[in-house]
């Protein structure tokens, strides 16, 4: 919800002391009040006194309260009568600033959320915020430094990330009841923090569900009449089926298909999940016939379970079409590498390892040779 200062505009006859000029302010300047004063008290000490210095906000562990308009400026930053931390910004006070501990910590904490609010309003960011040390070189805000500066500007951060999030818009679905399948936690969406924590085979019904931030939530009946954004992680939790309700199975659009395992997947009974069969990245699943969504993951079963009649199936999104590699192209020899050279299989003279062809050939030149030699005898 957003923050409504308490009006306690400084009295327009004092504006002549305490905010005399007009002001478009461009910065945010944080200070420390060191002293105990309520946020109250702050404001109506520096309405009532004719000293010049003043403060646009005073803020303390309850509320924020407001005494200079915004469109005026103020005398805080030490900087001078023309200096850019007294003409160009909205001076804060933080209460309680002397002694610390928790009443400090609140009112540190009820200040990032409204020091977010105005730089949503001014569409600034949080480079916007300046500490009175920037414009003058004084130790202040003096708590805040100690406990550290990017520190405090980490939490106005936060607190802006909430407020420039998008609308989270619930979708009304029939109450139906799901169990945990790990241990999750209920999630404020807004600040990202867990409310409760569940361990696996949590049963609970859920009327809403919506995305945020890339994510998929379910809402609980409580939730929504209380109006909070609680959600648990749909990928947490699985619908419970009665057993003797029946999976609506249709044919695949497209007819039978043949796909492969993108990832470390399983076969389960989409009722229960109890896990029939394991895949390993590539392993090939064949004849997968008919297709069902059961809350909000589809799946594909195969022929051999739809004969057994059973609800056996893997979520369609762990898998891929499958597609058959393609042949290396076979490459032509030129004819010259098929005919072996005259001293194939001659290694260091062994002639045992010449090929039967040379012998042969060899054979035949000498037998002819000898056939010359007896016709010159005769």
């Known amino acids: 919800m957003p923050i409504t200062p308490v009006q306690q505009i400084c009295p327009s006859s004092k504006w002549n002391i305490k ?89 540190e904490q009820l200040a990032a959320r409204f020091i977010a609010q105005l730089l949503k309003e001014y569409k600034w960011g949080v480079d916007r915020v300046k500490k009175h040390q920037d414009w003058s070189g004084k130790y202040c805000p003096h708590r805040t430094l100690d406990y550290g500066w990017q520190r405090f500007i980490n939490m106005i951060q936060k607190e802006l990330d909430i407020l420039t999030k998008p609308p989270i818009s619930w979708i009304d679905q029939p109450s139906k009841s799901y169990t945990t ?126 004969d057994q009649k059973k609800s056996y199936g893997i979520e369609v999104y762990q898998l891929a079409e499958y597609e058959p590699p393609k042949d290396e192209p076979k490459e032509d020899l030129p004819t010259e590498d098929l005919i072996p050279p005259i001293d194939a299989g001659v290694i260091d003279g062994d002639v045992e390892k010449i090929p039967n062809w040379f012998k042969m050939f060899v054979e035949a030149i000498i037998n002819f040779v000898k056939s010359l030699f007896k016709k010159e005898k005769k």
């Open 181 to 306: 399948i790990t241990q999750t936690n209920l999630v404020n969406l807004e600040t990202g923090q867990p409310i409760r924590s569940y361990m696996a085979g949590v049963y609970m019904d859920f009327v809403q569900h919506c995305t945020y931030n890339g994510r998929a939530y379910y809402r609980t009946q409580y939730s929504k009449d209380k109006n909070v954004n609680n959600g648990v992680p749909i990928t947490d939790v699985t619908e419970v089926i009665p057993e003797n309700e029946k999976v609506k199975w249709t044919p695949i659009k497209g007819g039978p298909k043949k796909m492969v395992a993108l990832r470390d997947c399983v076969l389960l009974d989409v009722k229960t999940k109890a896990i029939k069969k394991t895949f390993n990245p590539g392993d090939i699943i064949e004849n997968l016939v008919d297709e069902a969504t059961v809350g909000l993951e589809h799946y594909y079963r195969t022929q051999y379970s739809k």
């Open 19 to 107: 905010c005399p000029y007009t002001m478009v302010p461009e910065y945010i300047t944080v200070h420390n009040t060191a002293n105990q004063a309520s946020a109250l008290n702050e404001i109506t000490y520096m309405n009532n006194n004719n000293a010049q210095v003043s403060y646009h906000f005073a803020i303390d562990d309850k509320e924020v309260r407001q005494g200079i308009p915004t469109n005026r400026n103020a005398w805080h930053a030490g900087d001078g009568a023309n200096g850019k931390g007294n003409r160009k910004t909205i001076g804060i006070e933080i209460c309680y600033s002397k002694d610390g501990g928790t009443k400090f910590d609140r009112a």
